[in-house]
């Protein structure tokens, strides 16, 4: 086979590094891609490598990248190539993600090519455990700066390097899933450096009336959607003083059904109902890109979640937050809970309206100083952006710094 260390002019590239976004939707490209647009700005003389797995994942990448392709980046997409994946993708795929691993599966000998591998999810350790690519270097972006229990596993310390977005993530990395702490790398948070001021325009009334963000997760075990989410639309429905954007996780509504990986659970998250869709105060998105640009938490006056990681987006602007807990959950004094701190939290629709009012009404006194708190052990950032501090970090373990 040609040697892929060749580029298109015929330049050889003596280390090659790939960026790789194998998902089904688009929200873990932008905690990596800045940092592939920065290191490809560096001129370190590596190959920057951008991996898609589908045509919309290609279509957001080349969007977001733009002239740098051809001129320090190239994007490669990667399909499945055996027979019995391609059966298994179109028998369960609809149910499971299967895609992700028979990916990896499928195109071994591609990321053999690879020095350095700059991942978003966990799927990818795969490479290592399963398919034998002791050699190659896995550097783990994370998505996200929550406070879930999986987020902290074992599994991160499979990998070479983490780069976290501050001092709360390589805490607890070290704590509790015994990461070493010469594997970490404290760069800020890359996804603000793309998104920090996007907007978007919604076809809601600029009449005062406060603008409510709805976000569950997706996990049945965790999310809000499931037991309580169709009451709260319903709410909203019947109390037009306030407006909302019900823009969930954009995995809630992605198959037939959700699944909880760390603590199996399989629930439906049904349809959205006509009446939602009808009333003049609600905006829905189940997963446009809108929803993984920060648009809506930066456009939104009042947060309403339980376990998505987004919170922690919309306390760049501290503003008042209110929590559901639909699993009678023990969260005071509970790391995996932290971010209940910055709001009221509630466990009936019925207290809804108060809780809200709460949240408006002690946020100065009460919440903001706690938010702020929460933010800074969150994200360390800095003057410098943080995907160029990224990029310094992936530079410096390809050994491409002195």
Same mark, same amino acid.
């Given at each position: 086979?040609p040697?892929e260390?060749?580029?298109?002019?015929?330049?050889?590239?003596?280390?090659?590094?790939?960026?790789?976004?194998?998902?089904?939707?688009?929200?873990?490209?932008?905690h990596?891609?800045?940092?592939?647009?920065?290191?490809?700005?560096?001129g370190?003389?590596?190959?920057?490598?951008?991996?898609?797995?589908?045509?919309?994942?290609?279509?957001?990448?080349e969007?977001?990248?733009?002239?740098?392709?051809?001129?320090?980046?190239?994007?490669?997409?990667?399909?499945?190539?055996?027979?019995?994946?391609?059966?298994?993708?179109?028998?369960?795929?609809?149910?499971?993600?299967?895609?992700?691993?028979?990916?990896?599966?499928?195109?071994?000998?591609?990321f053999?090519?690879?020095?350095?591998?700059?991942?978003?999810?966990?799927?990818s350790?795969?490479?290592?455990?399963?398919?034998?690519?002791?050699?190659?270097?896995?550097v783990?972006?994370?998505?996200?700066?929550?406070?879930?229990?999986?987020?902290?596993?074992?599994?991160s310390?499979?990998? +070479?390097?983490?780069? !976290?977005?501050? =001092?709360?993530?390589? #805490?607890?990395?070290? $704590? @509790? *899933?015994?990461?070493?702490p010469?594997?970490?790398?404290?760069?800020?948070?890359p996804?603000?450096?793309?998104?920090?001021?996007?907007?978007?325009e919604?076809?809601?009334?600029?009449?005062?009336?406060?603008v409510?963000?709805?976000?569950?997760?997706?996990?049945?075990?965790?999310?809000?959607?499931?037991?309580?989410?169709?009451?709260?639309l319903?709410?909203?429905?019947?109390n037009?003083?306030?407006?909302?954007?019900?823009?969930?996780?954009v995995?809630?509504?992605?198959?037939?059904?959700a699944i909880?990986? +760390?603590?199996?659970? !399989?629930?439906? =998250?049904g349809?959205? #109902?006509?009446?939602? $869709? @009808? *009333?003049?105060?609600?905006?829905?998105?189940?997963?446009?890109?809108?929803?993984?640009?920060?648009?809506?938490?930066?456009?939104?006056?009042?947060?309403?979640g339980?376990?998505?990681?987004q919170l922690?987006?919309?306390?760049?602007?501290?503003?008042?937050?209110?929590?559901?807990?639909?699993?009678?959950t023990?969260?005071?004094?509970n790391?995996?809970?932290?971010?209940w701190?910055?709001?009221?939290?509630?466990?009936?629709?019925?207290?809804?309206?108060?809780g809200?009012?709460e949240?408006?009404?002690d946020?100065?006194?009460?919440?903001?100083?706690?938010?702020q708190?929460?933010?800074?052990?969150?994200?360390?950032?800095t003057?410098?952006?943080s995907?160029?501090r990224?990029?310094?970090?992936?530079?410096?373990?390809?050994?491409?710094t002195?």
């Amino acid at each position: 086979m040609p040697d892929e260390r060749i580029g298109g002019s015929g330049t050889i590239f003596q280390v090659r590094i790939g960026f790789l976004y194998n998902h089904d939707q688009l929200h873990q490209v932008a905690h990596s891609l800045p940092i592939a647009l920065a290191l490809a700005a560096m001129g370190t003389g590596a190959e920057i490598v951008l991996i898609t797995t589908s045509e919309r994942i290609r279509g957001e990448v080349e969007r977001l990248a733009g002239d740098t392709l051809g001129h320090g980046a190239a994007v490669v997409s990667l399909g499945l190539k055996g027979w019995f994946t391609r059966l298994a993708e179109r028998v369960a795929g609809r149910l499971i993600p299967v895609r992700k691993l028979a990916i990896l599966s499928d195109n071994v000998d591609f990321f053999r090519t690879l020095d350095v591998l700059v991942v978003a999810e966990k799927t990818s350790l795969a490479l290592k455990r399963r398919f034998g690519l002791d050699r190659l270097k896995i550097v783990h972006t994370r998505h996200g700066a929550g406070d879930r229990a999986i987020g902290f596993d074992k599994a991160s310390a499979g990998f +070479d390097a983490v780069l !976290v977005s501050g =001092p709360k993530i390589g #805490e607890r990395l070290v $704590r @509790e *899933a015994g990461v070493s702490p010469d594997r970490l790398y404290q760069v800020g948070y890359p996804k603000f450096d793309l998104h920090r001021d996007t907007r978007i325009e919604l076809p809601l009334a600029k009449d005062g009336r406060p603008v409510v963000l709805y976000n569950p997760h997706p996990s049945p075990h965790l999310s809000s959607w499931f037991s309580m989410g169709p009451a709260i639309l319903d709410w909203f429905v019947a109390n037009p003083d306030y407006q909302l954007i019900f823009a969930p996780h954009v995995m809630l509504f992605e198959r037939p059904v959700a699944i909880s990986i +760390d603590k199996l659970r !399989v629930a439906r =998250p049904g349809r959205i #109902e006509q009446r939602w $869709r @009808e *009333a003049p105060n609600i905006v829905i998105d189940t997963g446009s890109r809108a929803s993984t640009t920060m648009a809506y938490t930066n456009a939104a006056d009042i947060y309403v979640g339980d376990a998505s990681s987004q919170l922690y987006e919309f306390l760049l602007r501290p503003r008042p937050c209110l929590f559901v807990d639909a699993h009678h959950t023990k969260w005071q004094g509970n790391p995996n809970y932290a971010h209940w701190q910055a709001g009221p939290v509630i466990s009936d629709v019925a207290n809804l309206g108060e809780g809200l009012a709460e949240s408006r009404l002690d946020f100065e006194t009460v919440y903001r100083p706690i938010q702020q708190r929460l933010f800074a052990h969150s994200f360390d950032l800095t003057d410098e952006p943080s995907a160029i501090r990224a990029a310094w970090a992936i530079a410096t373990i390809a050994g491409l710094t002195p």
